[in-house]
């Protein structure tokens, strides 16, 4: 199918048969009319900023525009409606649809119509820094509140101090950011005292940060483009090694890509040449260069908020080893949600229902809190789990200040002492880590779902398989777990790639979702899509056998 596009600044003329995904860029504002029988029409007005793109998908007919911007659909719709979506380089993402009942418009930068595919969290008012603030802590009467301040507990660290040291620095970065967006020099008076405060008080809170970097400006401004970041392991690499190149092969994707591990016996160097050789535009990154380790003894989990921050990417997918995609994981940085907050999370199963340790944590080091904590399966008591992190999307512009309370709760300490004992690994620490910071974020609304077969190891009637989450319209978007079955128990046991169902009711023993009510059967290209991911599997299994072997030799020039 194609789509015909002629654009100028005052004509465009779109022809389309049943297009998916084709693009044109419009520079001007529209209406949109639709023409129905008798020549009346209803319009519809859509603002539409320079450097949108139009999306137009599943479209039949002709639309053409001309004069002072009016578009008109000049032929019968039926019965196939035209839905065109455009999206702003920023955060606003619409849509207009042409249906038999007419034009109708879903404004996705509305947080009534967010809210439906949505939970965002929309962060409590914070009071901005002033040099009135610098003066009081320099001043003799305000020395008690900067030794709290620019100081840690010997003993038992104490997470309210933690949150009042943090969101202190917060303030301090936006104050001294909006200085020098006003070309001010920060580092001179009447600034250099509260310079001097944030650089103190960074390095007390995060002492890892400095070896590479000279201050969280310095990571900001030094983040560009987009892509993707894996922290991988010598025991997650058979993973990984499919994954990349499914990305590359199945979903022809060549977004940048990061490989990230610790330290020279993390990832072996046969590996790190695998990467780097067989595929185009992937990169190794030993996280010890960017992030004191000394501080930090990052190992499993722990390392996923740092290659986040360690990375040279704005726009980051974090992505687990061991998940797949069912669409381009690209289309993950066009999600309305994420272009809205600048970070996009996944829900995980509900899980242990009854457990309020969460909530009493957090109640006891968050004066406030987004209107919905309150609402969070992890505050109602139905859920002991709330977050799946098996891929997280951060823009290190919007968000970078959540990202470093989140590091800041996979710092050793932090999770030896009070983190990982009040939560399962770096799971809840992302959205936890943006309360702290009162950064905002999305969650798709929901819950994780099962992709597998029918009765693949549990009830005939139930899907059973590894847990996967959908996008806004239903569909499977990204799983998690890998192609095996279970990947505890059998090396050569693949999933049963037939359908798919959502639902809340688990049999956690067999991975499987007792309802039965929301079963859907995988598409005719969703299946297609996942036996070339079995195929690129057999081809990793022949590497790696030859690595084994000794005889695995790197290519010359990755294709």
């Known amino acids: 199918m194609m789509l015909l596009c002629t654009l100028t600044s005052h004509i465009f003329v779109l022809l389309a048969v049943c297009a998916s995904g084709s693009v044109a860029n419009v520079t001007d504002k529209v209406t949109i009319t639709r023409v129905v029988a008798g020549g009346d029409g209803i319009s519809t007005q859509v603002p539409v900023a320079i450097t949108n793109t139009f999306k137009a998908e599943h479209v039949t007919g002709s639309v053409t525009s001309s004069g002072a911007g009016t578009t008109a659909v000049t032929e019968n719709l039926r019965p196939t409606a035209v839905s065109i979506t455009h999206i702003i380089d920023g955060a606003a993402v619409a849509s207009l649809v042409l249906n038999d009942d007419g034009p109708s418009t879903k404004n996705m930068t509305d947080m009534d119509t967010l809210s439906q595919f949505y939970d965002i969290a929309v962060p409590y008012p914070a009071r901005p820094w002033t040099l009135s603030d610098t003066e009081y802590l320099l001043s003799v009467k305000g020395q008690w509140d900067l030794l709290n301040l620019l100081t840690l507990p010997e003993d038992q660290l104490n997470f309210k101090t933690l949150t009042i040291q943090e969101r202190n620095y917060k303030a301090l970065f936006e104050y001294l950011d909006d ?230 709760m996979n710092d050793k300490r932090e999770r030896s002492e009070v983190t990982y004992s009040r939560v399962h690994g770096d799971k809840e620490t992302f959205w936890i880590g943006y309360e702290v910071m009162q950064t905002g974020y999305a969650f798709v609304k929901s819950h994780a779902a099962v992709v597998g077969g029918l009765g693949d190891g549990g009830a005939a009637t139930q899907v059973c398989g590894n847990m996967v989450h959908l996008d806004i319209d239903g569909r499977p978007w990204w799983w998690n777990g890998g192609l095996l079955r279970n990947k505890r128990l059998w090396q050569d046991r693949y999933l049963k790639f037939t359908h798919f169902a959502s639902g809340e009711d688990w049999d956690f023993d067999n991975s499987c979702i007792k309802e039965e009510k929301n079963i859907k059967e995988l598409s005719k290209e969703e299946k297609a899509l996942t036996d070339s991911f079995l195929a690129i599997d057999a081809r990793r299994k022949q590497d790696q056998k030859a690595m084994h072997e000794g005889t695995w030799k790197p290519r010359s020039n990755p294709a």
Request: with cysteine.
């Open 179 to 408: 200085l020098q967006s006003n070309g001010m020099d920060i580092q001179k008076p009447p600034f250099k005292d509260t310079w001097d405060l944030f650089q103190h008080l960074e390095t007390v809170l995060y002492p890892w940060l400095h070896p590479k970097y000279k201050s969280l400006f310095d990571v900001r401004d030094n983040s560009k483009g987009v892509g993707m970041v894996f922290c991988v392991g010598n025991d997650q690499f058979f993973h990984a090694a499919t994954t990349i190149r499914s990305i590359r092969e199945s979903h022809k994707s060549d977004i940048p890509i990061e490989v990230f591990y610790i330290n020279n016996n993390d990832l072996s160097e046969v590996k790190r040449q695998y990467f780097k050789t067989e595929f185009v535009n992937v990169e190794t990154v030993d996280l010890s260069k960017y992030i004191d380790d000394t501080w930090t003894k990052m190992e499993g989990w722990s390392m996923k908020p740092f290659a986040v921050l360690a990375s040279s990417f704005s726009h980051v997918i974090l992505s687990d080893a061991d998940s797949f995609f069912f669409k381009n994981p690209e289309s993950l940085l066009s999600d309305p949600g994420y272009r809205k907050t600048g970070s996009l999370f996944f829900y995980d199963r509900t899980y242990i229902s009854g457990w309020d340790g969460g909530r009493k944590w957090m109640l006891s080091f968050l004066p406030t809190m987004s209107p919905l904590v309150h609402k969070t399966r992890f505050f109602t008591l139905t859920s002991k789990h709330e977050q799946e992190s098996g891929v997280v999307v951060i823009d290190k512009q919007k968000a970078l200040l959540g990202l470093m309370s989140t590091c800041r």
